[in-house]
């Protein structure tokens, strides 16, 4: 029996050595790279090349020639997706168990399709199969030629009798060549998100990634850069940047193989997540997204954000709303008197939105504080006793839009819902329950729970049509991961952490096909769920409860890495001892928004922040439309600078802030090199945003160009005197 399997592997061997007559050679390619994957004398498919775009077509087949990626030992490096259990003896980024119990697979290449979607976007498929179980891969890269932006995923199909079990599925699996890789991942803790760390990455397998289900940023976000062959620069070398689009737990391995080569395989988190695939049914990964520059880190994400603005965040080119929330202004202690109040503050200000955040809910166990209350989404009577109808006429009579704060995932033990539906619960039936801000979070997988959250929203629009902005919260991590649901139905609990976040997306999706526009802001008790999965459905995110003006800097500052600022929600508040005008020009460089009480501000306070709105408002479409440009890094300066520039390169708006005590500093050094300009255009600069009209120490009548800005640089005088600096730069004719 032995010898006969041994026979028959050597005939499998043997026979597909012979399929290959000539290597098949495919490619995909982008504005500035060109990704070559080739066929092995076995058909597999390897990755054979991704950097520079390469212009004769004919000599792609010669790439192989001259790098050393095959190892004799080890099966092969470079596959495109690489199988476990057969000849594959590294990190897989698939591993199945087959009907049979049987743990092997091998994939061999069949075909491709490449389908031109638009002028911008091509989707290629490659199909894979397994010679023995027939199991079909696809491999999805969805081009965006103009952005140099790659979106990948896989599809796994299950073409035998019976359930197979999926043990690791990623999303992507790449193959990198260079002398040496810098990896630049964040590690995340509430009020301290994105916190970069840049490592050299050595021989064996660097891993990041979550555990923690709803809420997986809070520990580390799917989110990295790698620089190529030196620790990255702004504007500088070789650098791709990757993200994960998927809310849930994730896994990216990066291996430095025996060549020096890296691979690196990134997807869904296989920790508990064995996930059986009925007969003939299709599992899809989430999109792998990433963008390969060769000029530096700020080139990588401006091509990052135009693509999210252009394809991926609801509504990414069109308007955002100012707004001014309670939360950090009331808490939970208010009534509808104090909130009409609070619109006049807001209209006075000058605000679009008036955003009612945590605490308006709840009858029998009222949301006073965060104990109770979660998942009863009543208005109180006694605080609203007129219910939220109410509010939206009364902020509309005062000029201004009513958005509000919703939870819906989540619940309290002391709740009503939690009375009438313990099984709606993540809980282990046998463990205590483990509260994470007094809370459980609900089973997204159980098709009721989703009911009851689209409902949530549902009804609330239904009963208030003027509602104008949804601001969407995810408090808790998952403890005790466990679904009653799909142990009632006799279901593999390896499901749970993925069938909650498809059952989050599908409950986003019914929302969006009924209300496409409605803003909503993606918030996790700060920045603990931001993906670009999840941004799909949002049209903004919170970073972080953290709104310390200077510590907010640096945060902003990690995020713009990957998202841009139409998406990026910055609230002026009291945190901190910087004045107020530091604290807006900080909020300023995002999506504005405040969170103070109005009418606290003394009179120069009031009226520097109504200027302030004004000049937003007249600039906005830069901040959020115009290309961003990275000047000077407070990692490593005493000061912050960036700008952003208009598609004409007519207008600019350049952000500056002081971010250092240090006695001995007294002015900007030096002048700061500006980006983006045109060089033969000529530029006014005048300083905006002055405090109580305090004269600007700048000269305004000073006419530069685009040349003289971007070589020499221009000087906006940051001191202690002048710890922030909004720049305008506008083209004279
Ligand atoms: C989270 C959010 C805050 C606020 C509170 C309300 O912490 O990040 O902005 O909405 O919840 O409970």
């Not at 679009?352 to 504080?369: E, I, S």
């Not at 089973?443 to 549902?458: A, K, M, T």
């Not at 600007?696 to 002048?722: A, C, H, Q």
Request: proline residues 4%; hydrophobic residues 35%.
């Amino acid at each position: 029996m032995i010898r006969n399997s041994i026979l028959w592997v050597c005939l499998v061997f043997i026979s597909s050595a012979t399929w290959a007559q000539q290597p098949t050679t495919l490619t995909v390619e982008t504005q500035s790279n060109t990704l070559v994957f080739q066929t092995d004398a076995q058909n597999h498919l390897r990755t054979i090349y991704f950097g520079k775009r390469l212009k004769n077509k004919e000599e792609l087949a010669l790439i192989e020639t001259q790098n050393n990626q095959r190892d004799v030992n080890t099966g092969i490096y470079n596959s495109i997706y690489t199988p476990s259990g057969s000849w594959n003896m590294l990190e897989p980024a698939l591993n199945i168990v087959h009907a049979d119990g049987n743990a092997s697979t091998d994939l061999i290449y069949q075909s491709i399709n490449t389908l031109k979607e638009n002028e911008d976007v091509t989707l290629t498929t490659i199909l894979l199969k397994d010679p023995v179980y027939q199991t079909e891969v696809k491999i999805f890269l969805k081009a965006y030629f103009q952005e140099d932006v790659i979106e990948q995923w896989t599809e796994i199909k299950n073409t035998e009798k019976a359930p197979i079990t999926l043990q690791k599925y990623a999303s992507a699996n790449l193959y990198l060549n260079a002398q040496k890789f810098y990896l630049t991942h964040y590690l995340g803790a509430w009020g301290r998100e994105m916190r970069p760390e840049e490592t050299a990455l050595t021989g064996g397998i660097k891993v990041i990634d979550s555990k923690l289900g709803t809420r997986t940023n809070l520990y580390e976000p799917p989110t990295f850069m790698l620089s190529f062959n030196k620790p990255s620069e702004e504007d500088q070398g070789d650098i791709l940047l990757g993200t994960l689009g998927w809310s849930g737990n994730f896994k990216i391995d990066f291996e430095v193989d025996s060549y020096h080569n890296l691979r690196v395989i990134a997807g869904i988190n296989p920790h508990a997540s064995a996930y059986p695939l009925a007969s003939n049914t299709v599992f899809k990964t989430p999109s792998f997204i990433y963008t390969l520059s060769h000029q530096g880190k700020g080139f990588a994400s401006r091509n990052l954000h135009r693509w999210a603005r252009k394809y991926r965040i609801l509504d990414g080119t069109g308007e955002r709303l100012t707004l001014l929330n309670n939360w950090e202004a009331t808490y939970f202690d208010f009534d509808q008197q104090k909130i009409t109040n609070l619109f006049k503050d807001g209209k006075k200000l000058g605000v679009d939105l008036f955003l009612l955040d945590d605490g308006w809910f709840a009858n029998k166990y009222p949301r006073n504080d965060d104990t109770a209350g979660l998942g009863d989404w009543e208005e109180n009577r006694k605080k609203l006793p007129d219910g939220l109808g109410y509010l939206v006429k009364e902020a509309q009579k005062t000029g201004i839009k009513f958005g509000i704060w919703l939870e819906p995932e989540m619940v309290n033990p002391r709740s009503e819902l939690y009375e009438k539906h313990p099984d709606w619960v993540v809980k282990q039936p046998q463990r205590p329950e483990h509260y994470f801000r007094n809370q459980l979070v609900l089973d997204l997988s159980n098709p009721q729970v989703q009911d009851y959250v689209f409902g949530v929203v549902d009804k609330l629009f239904t009963k208030n049509p003027g509602l104008a902005f949804i601001k969407w919260d995810c408090n808790a991590v998952t403890f005790n991961a466990h679904s009653a649901y799909l142990q009632a139905r006799g279901e593999s609990q390896g499901k749970f952490y993925v069938e909650y976040i498809k059952g989050l997306y599908s409950v986003l999706e019914r929302i969006r096909v009924k209300y496409p526009k409605i803003p909503m802001m993606l918030c996790s008790g700060g920045g603990g769920r931001v993906d670009y999965e999840a941004l799909k459905y949002f049209t903004e995110f919170w970073p972080s409860d953290n709104t310390e003006p200077l510590e907010r800097i640096f945060i902003q500052w990690n995020y713009s890495h990957y998202f841009p600022a139409v998406a990026t929600c910055n609230h002026v508040t009291d945190w901190g001892k910087q004045p107020l005008k530091f604290r807006t020009d900080v909020a300023m460089m995002g999506k504005l928004g405040f969170d103070i009480v109005v009418e606290h501000l003394s009179k120069d306070d009031l009226v520097f922040g109504q200027l302030a709105i004004e000049n937003y408002n007249k600039l906005k479409n830069i901040i959020w439309q115009g290309e961003q440009y990275r000047l000077v890094d407070p990692y490593k300066n005493d000061i912050a600078s960036l700008m952003y520039v208009d598609e004409n390169q007519s207008k600019a708006i350049m952000f500056n802030y002081l971010v250092s005590n240090r006695f001995e500093l007294t002015a900007t050094p030096r002048a700061i090199q500006l980006k983006g300009l045109n060089p033969n255009k000529r530029y006014k600069i005048e300083e905006i945003n002055l405090y109580a009209n305090t004269p600007s120490t700048l000269n305004s009548s000073l006419i530069l160009s685009g040349d003289f800005l971007m070589t020499v640089g221009y000087n906006p005088e940051v001191n202690d005197k002048r710890t922030s600096v909004i720049l305008t730069i506008n083209e004279v004719k």
